[in-house]
Nanobody
Framework: QVQLVESGGGAVQTGGSLRLSCAGS????????MGWFRQAPGKEREFVAA????????DYIDSVKGRFTISRDSAKNAVFLQMNDLKPEDTAVYYC????????????????WGQGTQVTVSS
């Protein structure tokens, strides 16, 4: 069974930090670009960040640039999202995803989703 399992979510105050982890199992994700998405209450799921299989290329939604950093450890089949200077508008369920295809990350096909981890930022 192929799985992506997120961890590291929680509740923090404005300006705090969290590090999300996503562990893959059931297959190797080394050939996939990996991404993080989020969904806030009442809103559509949105792209947050992604990293290529080679780690050379990364991309971020404008609102998190300079605050979030995506990284991966392919040997451990894992991807991470370091989130600093968190704001209340970052409150959402964060999902890890495996992205297939070429071109802009946001347009790629998602083959696998994780179950999500809640991030809550209070003011």
């Amino acid at each position: 069974q192929v799985q992506l399992v997120e961890s590291g979510g929680g509740a923090v105050q404005t300006g705090g930090s969290l590090r999300l982890s996503c562990a893959g199992s059931g297959r190797s994700f080394v050939s996939y670009a990996m991404g993080w998405f989020r969904q806030a209450p009442g809103k559509e799921r949105e792209f947050v960040a992604a990293i290529s299989w080679s780690t050379i290329k990364t991309d971020y939604i404008d609102s998190v640039k300079g605050r979030f950093t995506i990284s991966r450890d392919s040997a451990k089949n894992a991807v991470f999202l370091q989130m600093n200077d968190l704001k209340p508008e970052d409150t959402a369920v964060y999902y890890c995803a495996a992205l297939r295809g070429l071109g802009p990350f946001v347009n790629r096909t998602i083959d696998y989703w994780g179950q999500g981890t809640q991030v809550t930022v209070s003011s």
